[in-house]
């Protein structure tokens, strides 16, 4: 693994159904982020994790839900997924929180909820 | 509120130079970042800006006026595979990252 990775890399979820997406990175990283990105809007943040054991609500946390037992995974459930959820999901990383600390992205994970 | 305002859209010339701006305003502030997002593809990060004034990076630079809440990406010699998505995005004072809508560049031969 280089960098960060997501799975699966897209997906088509009926309504109603969980779903769970899948990110890993390896580069050590503390801080980790789970953002949307809808046509005309900027990403909006869902949730993050400052540190292993520790998370938080961003903008948009209604429907979804975070863990982060380890550095290196950061998980992304819907419990019920609705055709609102369609959209692009990046998940990202940086060293911890500092202000000159990019971030670095996944390739993103496509979902149609129908 | 929170509100980062860019361009939708943009059209250049190829070996031209363009100008991206951005305005926001915040609740608080730690930095100015600019990214690229070529489509289909994730954001990628181009320059940080704490400080005003310009950081220049080869054909890319940025420009940071935090008392205008202004900030601008310069973009010189431009070629082809400039064509991309310029996200702007402002560190509040939480460490989160709060974005604009992003500026589609088209780059025309």
């Known amino acids: 693994i280089a960098g960060i990775t997501q799975a699966p890399t897209s997906q088509i979820l009926a309504a109603g159904r969980r779903m769970t997406l899948r990110c890993t990175q390896d580069m050590r990283h503390n801080a980790m982020y789970w953002y949307r990105q809808d046509l005309g809007l900027g990403l909006r943040l869902i949730h993050y994790?400052?540190?292993?054991?520790?998370?938080g609500k961003g903008e948009v946390p209604d429907g979804y839900s975070v863990s982060r037992a380890n550095t290196d995974d950061f998980p992304l459930t819907l419990a019920s997924a609705v055709p609102s959820q369609t959209s692009v999901y990046f998940c990202a990383s940086s060293p911890g929180l500092a202000e000159n600390n990019e971030q670095f992205f996944g390739p993103g994970t496509r979902l149609t909820v129908l | 509120g929170q509100n980062i305002d860019q361009p939708t859209e943009m059209t250049a010339t190829e070996g031209a130079i363009v100008q991206i701006n951005c305005t926001y305003q915040?609740?608080?502030?730690?930095?100015l970042f600019w990214y690229q997002q070529h489509a289909g593809e994730a954001p990628t990060f181009l320059s940080y800006n704490v400080l005003d004034g310009l950081e220049e990076k080869g054909r890319f630079s940025s420009f940071l006026s935090r008392s205008k809440g202004y900030s601008y990406l310069l973009l010189k010699e431009l070629q082809m595979k400039d064509s991309a998505s310029y996200l702007c995005a402002v560190m509040d004072s939480n460490y989160q990252l709060i974005w604009g809508a992003g500026t589609k560049l088209i780059i025309k031969p």
């Open positions: 915040t609740s608080g502030f730690n930095g």
């Open positions: 994790s400052n540190t292993a054991g520790t998370t």
